[in-house]
């Protein structure tokens, strides 16, 4: 065994022990090559297998309201900063998100999540539609989720008492790197609001999007943010760059790298979900299904916000094959 197989060795124990992956651990890591990326790519699968189990969360979303969104976030393709041809249309009907979910279900979801774009919800009436329509995923027999930007705790309330059980605000990346993706709010409104979800009982998902020009580092910073924040279900998303978007040229990066980040992921924030999301088909290609191998255990089936996703019928069967289940 060579100096970087015990020391990964070392560190797996550590974990696998319940101590916490440090910075510094996790940035010895972060630079791993060969073999030893495939080792620590099979240490992220026995953390997985030993806090998490074998059992995959799957989860859906339906896009209840798009575009002309006032942020500037430069992934966005619903910003009205970008010219990306994106649809706009305003809050669908409740039937139409009952409808959707009713979809999920049958695609295998187990969480159903209702996105509008924009800052938050202004409309008195809006608001009740999307409480309304929380109520009725849940009659469906799903567990409730919403994602609707920056909310009061009143109505955070509101909505918990429809029946939310666990609302989702992604940090996207590290708070050094945020500036750098977003102007028009903070890195800490994002964590204000999350501590505002936690604080009412909320279940709470946050992750963010690789790829977009951060450094690994980023990538560990943004993992021990979430750590800290003690986060329920840990969402990784990589770039699909949209035209018109600032972030139209960056190039994908490579499946290893991608496994590469899930694992180290998973070693630094060892007992919650972390759930692959958008643009999973198109970062990892054929290495797809070892996103399980390298740590996670959840996902993101049938369509994206304003992007196509991969088969759902598909996706739970590459669950069976690999020997787990949802």
């Known amino acids: 065994m060579n100096t970087t197989s015990r020391v990964l060795s070392t560190k797996l124990d550590s974990v696998l022990n319940g101590k916490q992956l440090s910075f510094d651990d996790a940035r010895a890591l972060a630079h791993l090559k060969g073999a030893d990326l495939i080792d620590l790519i099979a240490a992220g699968n026995r953390v997985r297998e030993h806090f998490r189990g074998d059992a995959i969360d799957v989860c859906s979303i339906v896009n209840a309201k798009s575009g002309a969104c006032s942020e500037d976030c430069s992934f966005c393709a619903q910003s009205a900063h970008h010219a990306t041809g994106a649809a706009v249309y305003p809050l669908m009907a409740v039937d139409d998100m009952a409808k959707a979910a009713e979809s999920a279900k049958k695609n295998g979801a187990k969480r159903f999540c209702i996105v509008t774009s924009g800052r938050g919800i202004d409309s008195p009436a809006d608001l009740e539609n999307i409480a309304q329509g929380i109520s009725r995923v849940k009659d469906i027999g799903l567990s409730p989720c919403a994602t609707l930007g920056t909310l009061t705790v009143e109505q955070l309330a509101y909505l918990k008492a429809a029946g939310l059980h666990r609302y989702h605000h992604n940090i996207e990346t590290s708070r050094e790197y ?28 946050s992750g963010g999007i690789l790829g ?94 304003t992007t196509i996703g991969l088969n759902p019928a598909d996706d739970l069967t590459t669950i069976r094959d690999l020997g787990f289940h949802a």
Do not use: W
Not at 178 to 201: A, N, S, V, W
């Open 178 to 205: 945020f500036p750098k993706i977003c102007r028009t709010h903070t890195f800490d409104e994002r964590i204000d609001l999350l501590k505002k979800g936690r604080g009412l009982g909320l279940s709470i998902c």
């Open 212 to 305: 977009m020009g951060e450094s690994m580092e980023d990538r560990i910073r943004m993992a021990i943010t979430l750590r800290e924040l003690d986060v329920d279900s840990i969402p990784i998303n990589f770039l699909m760059p949209i035209m018109g978007t600032p972030l139209e040229n960056i190039q994908a990066m490579p499946p290893l790298e991608a496994l590469h980040s899930i694992a180290l992921f998973r070693l630094l924030v060892p007992k919650k979900e972390i759930r692959i999301c958008g643009g999973r088909g198109t970062a990892l290609g054929q290495l797809h299904p070892m996103i399980f191998m390298a740590g996670a255990d959840g996902f993101l089936i049938g369509n994206y916000l």
